[in-house]
């Protein structure tokens, strides 16, 4: 764990320190309340810095001249003095707003952060453009290990390549590893990340929707993960009824009608409501793990544009399924939900 006593204390030092008026080196030990532990938080906002990386920024705003010199060359070190002069720097796109500053120079700045203990073993470090934690990480290699062919195109829709060579030469046991595959790059492996980790409080609530006990006569299904193309091209053998809606035409299922608009954030947030009404879902789900959830999910879709399909299916004439399947056309996100009733 990252000791965060020591680092809070490096940089109370660091600051306002300009080349060569500072102490060169953080402390030796800082007071045992100051060393707390911190438990690692997995990101859940698409940003570039995950919490845990976070003194890398640190490093770069508050480090002395000298400190600085000892990591970067001279010139780069002067343009990023000069510029935190103005303001600090809150990204690693920021910081490669700087002139000369680029992926080779931001991961010096990491092993500069690194060595004096602004990041630790919390911090994986900067990969394909993004500071990654070790959360972060597992979450990032349990879903690339474990996702369905068509979701994991659909989450790298401009890398089609890259999502076949990830799905050949899995599974990974580390995000640089995955980083490194042909096809992946910065854009892909960022919307890799946020697949794995931005969903996290709607997925804990479709979790408890589907934990909702079933009486036998009805029921709700929620997944925030799934293989959308075999669900909607299943055939179904007294009723199928399915229409899709901006899929690309060697993808609509065999018999299904076609619906010129997509689905908006409505459309999404109103059947995921259903769904959860559909169960009695505030008589058995908490409303701290709902509220999370459905602001989760309108985080999500705010001004978004889904694909999708809806299927109503019989198997007998005693029951009825019907399954609602949304997925951003841009980065892949998807949900999908099925309600059920039999006599």
Known sequence: MRRIGSALLAVSMLVGCGPGTQ?????ESAPAAEQQQ?????????????????GILEF????????????????VVTNLVNRRATTPFTSLADLSTVPLVGPARLKQLEGGART?????????????????????????????????????HDVLPNAWNGAVN???????????????????GDVSFRNIRNSATLSRPLEALFTAINAVPSNGSYGATTLRHFDWWNIASANHYYRDDKTCFGLEPTSIPYGA????NLADAAEVRAEVQRAFNYVNGNAH????????GLANLNALTQGRSFKGCIITYENDPWSRNTVHI???????FSVMTETWWAE
């Open 166 to 184: 990830l799905l050949n030469a899995r599974p990974f046991t580390t995000a640089q590893q995955i980083a490194d595959t042909a096809g992946i």
């Open 257 to 260: 009608s076609i619906r010129p």
């Open 38 to 54: 911190q438990a690692p938080i997995l990101t859940t906002t698409n940003v570039d810095v995950a919490i845990e990386c976070s």
């Open 23 to 27: 102490a060169e080196t953080p402390p």
């Open 326 to 332: 949304y997925v951003d056309t841009t980065n892949g």
């Open 116 to 152: 004096l203990d602004f990041i630790d073993a919390d911090c994986v470090g900067i990969v394909d453009g993004i500071a990654i934690s070790r959360d972060d990480q597992t979450a990032i290699v349990a879903l690339v290990n474990s996702i369905d062919d068509s979701e994991l």
């Open 60 to 75: 770069a705003n508050t480090a002395s001249y000298s400190l600085l010199d000892r990591y970067l060359p001279s010139n």
């Open 285 to 292: 789900v908490s409303p701290t793990v709902r509220d999370a």
